[in-house]
């Protein structure tokens, strides 16, 4: 699928048609600002250790942080679920997106790799354009190893396409209508990062780091464009196992597109992206997704004897809040987890035609068809309303870790508390030319799930930020409702 560049630094991560981390070290991050939303590999860093942590403490049959046992036993809880997804720890992402109109010919299977007595005889079972360096027998074991993962065969072909860094590139910048929207809603993405104290750059600062990283290889390493039924790999960005997770992870949106179109779900985080700042229905849709593409990935690579090895963080992820990088690694992450707790991608066709109601039962899998969120009165607000909605289960994960890509092992169990205790909320972002106010509504599943909030909200509003805000933690009956103003820089 592709990446959108849209400026709400959820959705616009989210539209980017999910994006995730990748191989220890190398996470395919969902754009963050700008380009034209579809599929997705995005590399990041430093970041999979966030949602690797999140992830380990996201069952809740496994983790119940909510227990009156406290956080040591949390602690212990949290590390065992790593038995569920051994590999998280290496993520890696896959972004697919809608450039290229190159041809692809179902009969190019060329290959620079090729073994001069073998090759000859092997036919492919992929159309392959351009050439990379793997033999004909190795991209057909891995397209036999997605179809296996996903129980389904491919209906046709898979199409590889090999194109230059700047081919690829080109192809992440959004069209101009996209580019509109984007733009138009540029100022409530900037005051909602702002509000928050996760960022000191002004409106046209932001979106043009956004729109920066969203159009390098930094961020998107690789992609999946249903618009031509072709997975892109640029050359010369990734290299080894790196190259073949992400593959991997591509095929598998080629694979599921073949049953599922893809594309509608594109368009429909597009949408998303352009009407709301943050969405917990674009969660849900690229957590199925990318956590399917993801888990087929995990499997490859445990199958064969993949290491991720960690690098430093790209110096373009360092620019944009951390909480952005974050919201683009947990669907991925989370995903995977729990497509794996369900039984893996063969048993989770049918999330697709019933997706989770809420990112709670996306990220708890037990949860799924019994934990129904409440519906939470709006808060009352003063000032222009820029944007509202819900956050969600997810959201809380994302508030309590905060901006911050190397969250202590504290802070991780007290997010997943946050989310495990999750009920409902409603938020609203407000403001006028000399401030930002986001304000929420919450309330909890159970009497203690609500003390938990209290105090950890309670916690945050002591927290230092990089940009100076004034936050507020009241309790009203069995609703908590927060606040977190700062000055506008426009």
């Avoid at 699928?1 to 999910?18: C, E, F, I, N, V």
């Avoid at 952005?324 to 066709?349: C, H, K, M, R, S």
Wanted: glycine fraction near 6%; proline fraction near 4%.
């Amino acid at each position: 699928m592709d990446k959108a560049h849209t400026p709400q630094w959820r959705l616009l991560l989210g539209a980017l048609l999910l994006t995730l981390a990748a191989c220890g070290g190398e996470t395919e991050i969902a754009n963050s600002g700008e380009a034209a939303p579809e599929t997705e590999v995005a590399a990041v860093t430093e970041s999979e250790e966030v949602a690797e942590e999140v992830a380990e403490g996201a069952d809740d049959e496994i983790v119940d942080v909510a227990d009156e046992t406290g956080a040591e036993e949390a602690e212990t809880e949290v590390d065992e679920l790593a038995a569920v997804s051994e590999t998280a720890d290496a993520a890696t992402t896959a972004d697919a997106g809608t450039t290229a109109d190159a041809s692809t010919t179902a009969d190019a299977a060329t290959t620079t790799a090729d073994d001069e007595g073998t090759e000859a005889s092997v036919e492919p079972n992929f159309a392959l354009t351009g050439e990379l360096d793997l033999t004909t027998a190795e991209i057909n074991d891995m397209v036999s190893f997605v179809e296996q993962s996903a129980g389904r065969e491919f209906i046709t072909p898979p199409i590889i396409q090999v194109v230059s860094i700047e081919e690829f590139e080109a192809g992440l910048v959004p069209d101009a209508e996209f580019q509109a929207a984007i733009d138009a809603n540029s100022e409530t993405s900037a005051r909602f990062m702002q509000a928050l104290g996760h960022t000191t750059l002004g409106v046209d600062e932001l979106a043009a780091e956004f729109a920066d990283l969203g159009s390098s290889t930094d961020l998107i390493s690789a992609r999946y464009d249903p618009a031509t039924d072709a997975v892109l790999m640029p050359i010369g960005q990734l290299e080894g196992d790196d190259f073949n997770a992400i593959l991997v992870h591509e095929l598998l949106h080629a694979l599921d597109d073949q049953y599922v179109d893809l594309g509608v779900l594109i368009e429909q985080l597009e949408e998303l992206a352009v009407e709301d700042v943050t969405s917990d229905v674009a969660f849900q849709i690229t957590a199925v997704v990318e956590g399917r593409a993801t888990a087929t990935q995990f499997e490859w690579m445990q199958a064969n004897g993949v290491v991720p090895v960690q690098e430093d963080l790209p110096e373009s992820f360092k620019r944009v809040p951390a909480s952005a990088i974050n919201d683009v690694v947990l669907p991925y992450q989370l995903g995977a987890q729990t497509i794996f707790q369900l039984g893996g991608v063969e048993a989770t066709w049918d999330l697709y035609d019933n997706f989770p109601v809420s990112s709670e039962q996306m990220i708890f899998a037990s949860r799924i068809g019994t934990d129904e969120p409440v519906e939470v009165a709006r808060p009352v607000v003063d000032g222009e309303v820029f944007d509202e909605g819900v956050f969600g289960a997810e959201g809380m994960l994302l508030l309590a870790l905060g901006n911050n890509l190397e969250p202590s092992q504290i802070e991780v169990i007290s997010a997943i508390t946050a989310a495990e205790g999750w009920g409902g909320d409603y938020y609203v972002l407000t403001g006028d030319a000399a401030e930002s106010c986001l304000t929420a509504a919450i309330v909890a599943d159970t009497e203690m799930d609500f003390t938990e909030l209290v105090d950890l909200f309670t916690e945050w509003a002591d927290r230092e930020t990089v940009h100076p805000v004034e936050r507020s933690v009241a309790v009203e009956g069995e609703s908590l409702t927060i606040s977190s103003c700062a000055p506008f820089i426009s």
